[in-house]
């Protein structure tokens, strides 16, 4: 980690100041590429997500389409199981965690009132990893040839991969591996940033800012961090066993050998479980910041929210049994866990009223991102509810593996997470752009995803407990499955037509020359004291925090009678530009880039032909020297 | 150049950001290498199985077992592993001598002893490195049964850490070597030995666990 001061006139010293000579200008593309700023690194997040949910929304598409009438061929079975295992891999791994990556890359330092997350050498890693796995993964639909005679070369497994779905004898082909070295790499790239944002939200609050004084989103960040850096581990060394099974015969769920499908169960629900928190606790804290701000009112029992989060972090590792009460582990195993999962609707059930209550007498102003946040507690508790239903051993045996899961997952991840996602989009885009979407446009696009979603995951519930099993191709007439199929379909376009709506929106609201206000929803917290867009040293002065809820204590208070009454005026500081002169940033970096691409070349390698291993695990070992050797601000 | 990367001097918890990020790397190792140990424990009683063509003869089990009044010799050489494993635990010591070192402002002192624990790294990764070589030799492959698979990774994985390990300590004496580490950058070691004490402290419970106790 020492710093190296190369004699002037060594060429390869020169080359590496020419390369970051192009990364200071600002407006070039190298830019971007070598930026270290957790700004520009989480618009990267949340673009490069957004266009694999549209990868993975595509996908959903044709499923629909095969199922929207009896005995379809809009697919085959090989190309139904391949697409639903994309669909599934692609939403949870490339969608929903990077989106939270995103918001976490662009809130966390501004909410503690820090200039950047404590490693952002690393956090480009993060980025750059995440970009290669996700680009390998989808790489795989290739392998077999063209893709539009439908020969499609993805995993076939499911997202879950269960054994021995997984096996070579089962699954031939690459696709699979693909999908283990791909979640291997996400795994990666997700650890990086998990180790990142503890360490920043523990290590860089700014003065004042004691742990119950963090906005709720930091708190759920920081939830969220410890059990990725807990539950990535695992799932890692079940990817790893499947790897060692399938490239060099190894036993590990060979059950002629004596080897387990159930110790594959237990270590991806051991993940899994974990995983489904990871999913939903940043969309829990995005509502936590908005309810707030559109209701005028506090947060309703801060710190009951706060403990029920990391409650619910704690009891995420103890119900990972409800996935598998049909495998047949006995009935004191599978009612210990039907316990703890009805216990873990508990805290879960705490935030919900809590939320309501943060409305409750508030004056709520009637924005998309509230439209948003509503509609994420509404179908969020539905999707609670049904899972409550899951809970209970006896029902579950009825629902395994139909349409009822769907349902319920749908409920809480694309009404939970997604929706809130959405929320937390209308909600800063403006700080980080300078321009404000469109308020109008936003309330379309809400109505219309939300009669869209309930068009499709509504029926599923029916067509599930009339007892239609997921991850089959097709069904027969006269089971009465056809008009709930066919509702879901028409739905699932409607969800389409919505992102149409959005993407117009942002192209439209970019190129409006009005400019946004600094603090255009009178909020609450750090960031909206900061210009739109946050100039890249984010904050002039690290600001002293004295309270909760920060930024509107120092806009608002009470007078003798109790009454809340702004500040006079003139108590924030100047609109006028700082030229971020002076202020230590860190340098931007090509060696993030250089390590992470190293990794799917590696990977590549492991399929295919032991030289690429080599080059891969050079160029890896070259970035990550060159990232020691490296100063990491200049001039040190 | 102990907060370059963020340009503040004081951390809110007062720990350095990089040792808190080891800390926590080091914790989420614990789930890898548990998840790795509770693997093979899972399949221990489970070696009795054919192995590979459906043969019991053609298996290989780590200590000597009668199955059907057959009697089956053990592959483990349990003194040969006792002494890599002492030869492990001893480049912990050396570790904490080179850290004690530096933090004195003896780079002659710590370069020593940085040499000393990664040269016992490699003692090690050698013996492992035979034994696999010996394993083989007697019909013990990732396929062969469960044992192989489940042993091969765990400690093939164990070794990996250890490879890393000692690579960090010659890339740390090289950069010594040429001046760059000097008693302010005590941390930097006191982070290498916190990932080496802890592939130390995870080999004893390998060691333990696979070698020494036998169901």
Not at chain 1, 225 to 242: D, G, H, R
Not at chain 1, 455 to 465: I, N
Not at chain 1, 518 to 540: A, C, I, M
Not at chain 2, 159 to 188: C, I
Request: glycine share 10%; with cysteine; charged share 10%.
């Amino acid at each position: 980690m020492a710093t190296v001061a190369q004699p002037a006139g060594n060429p390869l010293a020169q080359a590496l100041r020419d390369v970051r000579q192009l990364a200071e200008d600002k407006y070039s593309i190298w830019s971007w590429i070598a930026t270290v700023d957790h700004k520009r690194i989480g618009v990267m997040y949340g673009v490069t997500a957004f266009i694999f949910f549209l990868l993975g929304g595509a996908e959903a598409l044709l499923l629909r389409l095969q199922l929207s009438s009896p005995n379809a061929t809009v697919l085959d079975p090989d190309q139904f199981n391949r697409l639903f295992t994309m669909h599934g891999t692609t939403m949870v791994f490339l969608v929903v965690m990077p989106l939270s990556a995103a918001f976490f890359n662009l809130l966390v330092p501004l909410m503690i009132g820090a200039r950047d997350v404590a490693f952002p050498r690393l956090n480009s890693f993060s980025f750059w990893a995440f970009l290669g796995a996700g680009i390998f993964l989808n790489a795989s639909f290739f392998i077999r040839g063209n893709i539009f005679n439908g020969d499609l070369g993805a995993p076939d497994g499911g997202w879950f991969g269960y054994s021995p779905l997984t096996s070579n004898e089962f699954s031939p082909g690459n696709g699979i591996d693909f999908w283990i070295l791909g979640l291997l790499m996400l795994g990666v790239a997700s650890l990086a940033g998990g180790f990142n944002f503890v360490v920043t939200i523990l290590n860089m609050r700014a003065p004042g800012m004691t742990m119950l004084r963090m906005p709720l989103f930091v708190w759920m960040t920081l939830v969220t961090s410890l059990l990725i850096v807990f539950a990535m581990p695992v799932i890692t060394v079940a990817l790893f066993e499947l790897l060692f099974d399938r490239l060099y015969n190894a036993n590990f769920f060979n059950t002629e050998m004596g080897g387990s499908p159930l110790l594959w169960q237990h270590m991806f629900w051991l993940f899994g479980h974990p995983e489904v928190y990871i999913l939903i606790l940043p969309a829990m804290g995005i509502v936590s910041e908005i309810l707030p701000t559109f209701s005028k009112k506090p947060l309703f029992g801060y710190p009951f929210v706060v403990f029920s989060g990391v409650a619910i972090g704690f009891m995420s590792w103890g119900v990972w049994v409800h996935h598998m009460y049909t495998t047949g582990l006995g009935t004191i195993a599978t009612s210990a866990f039907g316990i703890s999962t009805l216990l873990i609707g508990v805290p879960t059930g705490v935030k919900i009223f809590n939320w309501l209550g943060t409305m409750w007498g508030g004056s709520i102003s009637l924005k998309a991102p509230l439209m948003f946040s509503a509609g994420f507690i509404t179908m969020f508790t539905i999707g609670g509810l049904s899972g409550i239903l899951h809970s209970m051993v006896p029902s579950d045996f009825q629902q395994q593996d139909t349409y009822f899961v769907v349902a319920h997952f749908h409920y809480v991840l694309f009404g939970g997470a997604i929706f809130a996602l959405f929320a937390g989009a209308y909600y800063w885009f403006s700080k980080f752009t300078g321009k404000m979407l469109h308020d109008g446009l936003g309330q379309l696009h809400f109505w219309i995803m939300f009669i869209g979603f309930n068009l499709t995951f509504f029926p599923m519930h029916m067509s599930g407990l009339l007892g239609m099993p997921r991850r089959v191709y097709t069904y027969q007439e006269g089971l009465g499955f056809d008009i709930w199929n066919l509702l879901s379909t028409v739905g699932g376009f409607l969800i389409a037509a919505s992102m149409l709506v959005f993407i117009f929106n942002v192209i439209y609201s970019l190129r409006k020359s009005e400019k946004a206000d600094r603090d255009p929803w009178d909020g609450r917290t750090l960031e909206w004291s900061l210009p739109s867009p946050v100039p890249h040293y984010n904050f002039k002065e690290i600001p002293v925090v004295e309270s909760r809820d920060a930024f509107w204590n120092e806009k608002y208070k009470e007078d003798e009678a109790g009454v809340v009454i702004p500040v006079v005026a003139g108590a924030s500081d100047d609109e006028e530009e700082h030229d971020g002169h002076g202020i230590h940033m860190p340098s931007p970096s090509f060696f993030p880039l250089i390590a992470a691409a190293g990794l799917p070349v590696l990977a590549t390698g492991l399929i295919y032909d032991p030289a690429l291993v080599a080059v891969g695990a050079a160029t890896t070992m070259i970035g990550v020297f060159g990232w020691a050797i490296e100063p990491a601000t200049e001039g040190e | 150049m102990a907060h370059a990367e963020t340009g503040q001097l004081e951390t809110s918890t007062g720990i350095d950001n990089r040792k808190l990020f080891m800390w926590l790397f080091l914790a989420s190792e614990c789930l890898f290498f548990g998840s790795l140990i509770a693997a093979y424990l899972l399949y221990r009683g489970q070696h009795d199985v054919p192995c590979l063509g459906g043969d019991l003869s053609a298996c290989v089990f780590p200590t000597d077992r009668t199955i059907n009044g057959v009697e089956y010799e053990g592959i483990f050489d349990i003194p040969f592993t006792s002494v890599s494993a002492f030869v492990l635990l001893m480049s912990s010591v050396s570790m904490v001598l080179a850290l004690a070192a530096i933090q004195r402002g003896n780079i002659r002192a710590m370069r020593i002893w940085l040499f000393t624990t990664a040269l016992l790294g490699a003692l090690f990764v050698g013996g492992q490195a035979f034994e696999f070589t010996e394993f083989y030799r007697e019909g013990l492959d990732l396929d062969t049964n469960l044992f192989g698979s489940t042993f091969f990774v765990l400690t093939g994985f164990h070794g990996a850490h250890v490879t890393v390990g000692v690579l960090v300590l010659l890339s740390m004496l090289v950069w010594s070597g040429r001046g760059k580490v000097q008693q302010k950058d005590s941390l930097n070691i006191e982070l290498v030995g916190l990932y080496w004490h802890f592939v130390d402290v995870v080999w004893i419970v390998i060691f333990t666990l696979i070698y020494l106790i036998q169901p």
